[in-house]
C-alpha cells in the first residue's frame, strides 16, 4: 500500500510545517510527503494526497475529487473540524491526543504549587521591593479532583502521586479506572461531591455539549473557599461571570486560566486585574517536543494502514 502525505498551511506557536514534515520523514523515509505553502498548494495537495495533516480543513475542499483517505488533525480537540462532512465522504480522522500530556501536566502542578506556596504574593511583594512574610501551605494532604481523565488528565494525575495527595478523578466511564485515589462519573451528584471535598479542582475534559458550562454557579458554590480551580480544557467549560463573582467575594481562593471565554480576553477585562487569578495565553500545550509527538503517532498509523491495507482501528482515531 503506498502512502504519500500532504503538510497543510500552518504556523502553531513558533512551529512551521516544514519542520513537521522534516520529521515526518525522519520517521516516513519510504514516504512522499509534500508541504503546502499558499492556499493554491494546499486546494492542490487535499485534491491529490492520500493524507493529511494539519490544525484544520475547509469543507468547501470536501466538495471537490479527492484521493483524500485519512486526516490527521494535530490538536487533541475536533469539535472545530467539519467532521459530518468527513464522515459522509468516508474520511478517517485522528487527534493528537497524548501529545501534550507532560507539558500540560507540567504546568498544571505549576499552577497548583503557585498556589501552594504563596508565588504571586511574592513576585507582587518582589516588585514593591517589599520584604515581609506571608502564610503558604503544603501541598501534601491536600485533595485534587481532576475532571477528566483522557491522555492529559491521566498525566496530571501520575505526577501528582509523589505529592502526597489525595486524587479524585472523574470521567465518563468510571469502569475504565485510572490513576486516581478514586474515581467518579461526570454526573452531577458525583461532580459535587468531589468538588465539596477539593482543595484543588482541574479542568481536563474535552469541550462537548455535556461540558459547556460545566462550571456554574452552583457547582463554585460547592467549592470550599479555599479552592483552586486550573483549566486547562476550554474557556467554555466554565461561566466566566460566576466564576469572578466567586473570586471577587472569597467564594474560592484563586484560579489558574490557560483558556477563558471570551479569548482572547479583552484588554479591559476584570480578570487582568485580580490578584487572585494566574492567566496565560492559551499556551499550556507548548512544547518543542510538540512536532515529534505528533509525527509518532501519524508515523504509527501509516504503518498500520500498510499493514491493513486500509485507515481502520488507528491510534487516536475517532472517525
Same mark, same amino acid.
Given at each position: 500500500m503506498t502512502v504519500d502525505i500532504a503538510v497543510l498551511r500552518q504556523q502553531l506557536q513558533g512551529l512551521d510545517a #516544514?519542520?513537521?514534515a522534516d520529521v515526518l520523514s525522519e520517521r516516513l523515509p519510504d514516504t512522499e510527503i509534500e508541504v503546502a505553502r +499558499?492556499? +493554491? #498548494?494546499n486546494e492542490k495537495l487535499l485534491a491529490s494526497a492520500q493524507i493529511a495533516t494539519g490544525p484544520d480543513i475547509d469543507e468547501t475542499a470536501l466538495e471537490e475529487p479527492s484521493n483524500l483517505e485519512l486526516f490527521a488533525c494535530i490538536y487533541s480537540g475536533t469539535e472545530h473540524l467539519p467532521l459530518d462532512a468527513l464522515a459522509d465522504r468516508g474520511i478517517a480522522v485522528t487527534n493528537g491526543s497524548g501529545v501534550h500530556g507532560p507539558n500540560i501536566a507540567e504546568y498544571v502542578l505549576g499552577g497548583i504549587l503557585a498556589f501552594a506556596r504563596g508565588f504571586p504574593t511574592a513576585w507582587r511583594r518582589k516588585e514593591r521591593r517589599e520584604w515581609r512574610a506571608f502564610e503558604t501551605r503544603e501541598l501534601k494532604g491536600s485533595t485534587v479532583t481532576v475532571v477528566g481523565m483522557g491522555a492529559i488528565g491521566q498525566a496530571v494525575l501520575e505526577r501528582l502521586e509523589p505529592f502526597g495527595v489525595h486524587t479524585i478523578g472523574l470521567r465518563n466511564t468510571p469502569d475504565k479506572?485510572?490513576?486516581?485515589? #478514586?474515581?467518579? &462519573?461526570?454526573?452531577?451528584?458525583?461532580?459535587?461531591? &468531589?468538588f465539596a471535598r477539593s482543595d484543588y479542582v482541574v479542568i481536563a475534559t474535552p469541550f462537548t455539549e455535556t461540558t459547556a458550562g460545566l462550571i456554574d454557579a452552583d457547582a463554585l458554590s460547592t467549592m470550599?473557599?479555599?479552592? /483552586?480551580? /486550573?483549566?486547562i480544557a476550554r474557556g467554555k467549560i466554565i461561566k466566566t461571570d460566576p466564576l469572578v463573582h466567586s473570586l471577587q467575594r472569597n467564594g474560592i481562593r484563586g484560579a489558574v486560566?490557560?483558556?477563558t471565554d471570551p479569548e482572547p480576553l479583552p484588554r479591559d477585562h476584570v480578570l487582568w486585574d485580580m490578584d487572585n487569578v494566574i492567566l496565560t495565553p492559551h499556551n499550556a500545550g507548548f512544547t518543542p517536543n510538540y512536532w515529534e509527538r505528533r509525527a509518532d503517532i501519524l508515523a504509527e498509523n501509516v504503518e498500520? &494502514?500498510?499493514?491493513?491495507?486500509?485507515? #481502520?482501528?488507528?491510534?487516536?482515531?475517532?472517525?
Amino acid at each position: 500500500m503506498t502512502v504519500d502525505i500532504a503538510v497543510l498551511r500552518q504556523q502553531l506557536q513558533g512551529l512551521d510545517a #516544514e519542520s513537521y514534515a522534516d520529521v515526518l520523514s525522519e520517521r516516513l523515509p519510504d514516504t512522499e510527503i509534500e508541504v503546502a505553502r +499558499t492556499p +493554491t #498548494e494546499n486546494e492542490k495537495l487535499l485534491a491529490s494526497a492520500q493524507i493529511a495533516t494539519g490544525p484544520d480543513i475547509d469543507e468547501t475542499a470536501l466538495e471537490e475529487p479527492s484521493n483524500l483517505e485519512l486526516f490527521a488533525c494535530i490538536y487533541s480537540g475536533t469539535e472545530h473540524l467539519p467532521l459530518d462532512a468527513l464522515a459522509d465522504r468516508g474520511i478517517a480522522v485522528t487527534n493528537g491526543s497524548g501529545v501534550h500530556g507532560p507539558n500540560i501536566a507540567e504546568y498544571v502542578l505549576g499552577g497548583i504549587l503557585a498556589f501552594a506556596r504563596g508565588f504571586p504574593t511574592a513576585w507582587r511583594r518582589k516588585e514593591r521591593r517589599e520584604w515581609r512574610a506571608f502564610e503558604t501551605r503544603e501541598l501534601k494532604g491536600s485533595t485534587v479532583t481532576v475532571v477528566g481523565m483522557g491522555a492529559i488528565g491521566q498525566a496530571v494525575l501520575e505526577r501528582l502521586e509523589p505529592f502526597g495527595v489525595h486524587t479524585i478523578g472523574l470521567r465518563n466511564t468510571p469502569d475504565k479506572g485510572g490513576p486516581a485515589d #478514586e474515581i467518579g &462519573a461526570l454526573d452531577e451528584r458525583s461532580r459535587y461531591d &468531589a468538588f465539596a471535598r477539593s482543595d484543588y479542582v482541574v479542568i481536563a475534559t474535552p469541550f462537548t455539549e455535556t461540558t459547556a458550562g460545566l462550571i456554574d454557579a452552583d457547582a463554585l458554590s460547592t467549592m470550599p473557599p479555599n479552592a /483552586v480551580v /486550573v483549566n486547562i480544557a476550554r474557556g467554555k467549560i466554565i461561566k466566566t461571570d460566576p466564576l469572578v463573582h466567586s473570586l471577587q467575594r472569597n467564594g474560592i481562593r484563586g484560579a489558574v486560566l490557560d483558556v477563558t471565554d471570551p479569548e482572547p480576553l479583552p484588554r479591559d477585562h476584570v480578570l487582568w486585574d485580580m490578584d487572585n487569578v494566574i492567566l496565560t495565553p492559551h499556551n499550556a500545550g507548548f512544547t518543542p517536543n510538540y512536532w515529534e509527538r505528533r509525527a509518532d503517532i501519524l508515523a504509527e498509523n501509516v504503518e498500520q &494502514a500498510r499493514d491493513n491495507g486500509g485507515f #481502520e482501528d488507528l491510534h487516536n482515531q475517532i472517525l
